[in-house]
């Protein structure tokens, strides 16, 4: 992103002017806080109005936060309200893994598996004994790790750009779709390209937070830059994917709870605690939505999860819930309706 676009952008970082409408849209929605193993967790409790809904907790990643969801929170809920069938309705439950209004953390050790152990815990006391799970990016790891943690509870798990972390054997790369070693491609350009953001993250979170909490405009191309690499490859720029005043509120909520350094420690926790790497097969049944740039590949996400359903999409990208809003519900809808 070019310095003078995020200085041009730094006056609606202090004030949003139209995205003031995704301010009021998230305090229409019941809003609490718990605290959880010595940590306040905020969440939205959206009751659908169909009473056999089913209950859906929906964890976002970095950089994204509990704005991602705003599009889908309507559909999923209120499906009769939005041309849908009321008997694909959700309980909807979206947190916040350790950032935004979840955040600071105040102590150390969040990792990915602590951040999935409190979610469990929230459900409990929320009263759920039967839900299901969905995710993208980080959450495309707590997600499945709630199905893990408690398979009697979580019925279903649906993930978008769900990557396994077990490693493609290279006698099997012959036999891959064409659209599988392209796949395999990009994980190389990522891990050489893209992947300077991960090893300041795991190694230096603190150096970095002090920069990004001293400076808007750093913070805001720290983030949109993200935007620009991972959103749909059709968009030339971010706000051609994702509209531009729900982007900039994203970025707003992490400055204004000054998340940057607790988000980017995340990383280094989870990193640190080894809990990015191959994990025992799930038993839970899995769907998994792959949007363009996503690097799922069936045969090695399936050595990790029980895959019932997978979807491929031509459009939208990994931000699926604010690029694709139709597509993710559709699909959400879609996957959980064979398994209520």
Known sequence: ?????????????GQLGDGR??????NNYPQFTTEIDGQNIHFLHVRSPEPDALPLIM????????????????PLTDPRAHGGDPADAFHLVPSIPGSGFSGPTDEASWDTNRVTRAFAELMNRLGYDRYGAQGGDTGAV????????NPDKVVDVHANGLAAFTEVNPDEVGELTEAERARLEHVEYLSTEQSGYVMIQISRPQTLAHGL?????GQLAWIVEKFKEWTDPAAELPEDAVDRDLLLTNVMLYW???????????????????AWGASERSVVPTGVAVFPLDVS???????????????????GGH???????????GDVREFFSKLR
Request: aromatic content about 8%; proline content about 5%; glycine content about 10%.
């Open 319 to 329: 931000f699926a819930a604010m690029e694709a809003p139709d597509l993710l519900v």
């Open 297 to 315: 590949i069936r045969r090695t996400v399936e050595l990790e999860h029980t895959v019932v359903h997978w979807s491929e999409f031509g459009r």
């Open 213 to 217: 909490h001293d400076s808007p405009v």
């Open 59 to 74: 964890t976002h990643g970095w950089p994204g936060s509990i704005v991602e969801f705003l599009n889908v929170i309507g």
């Open 256 to 274: 204004m709870t000054g998340t940057a350094g607790s988000s980017a420690n995340s990383y280094y926790e989870t990193a640190h605690a080894g």
């Open 142 to 149: 707590i997600s499945p790790g709630l199905g893990r943690l």
């Open 1 to 13: 992103m070019a310095a003078h676009g995020a200085r041009s952008d730094l006056q609606p970082l």
């Open 21 to 26: 409408v995704y301010e009021r849209e998230l």
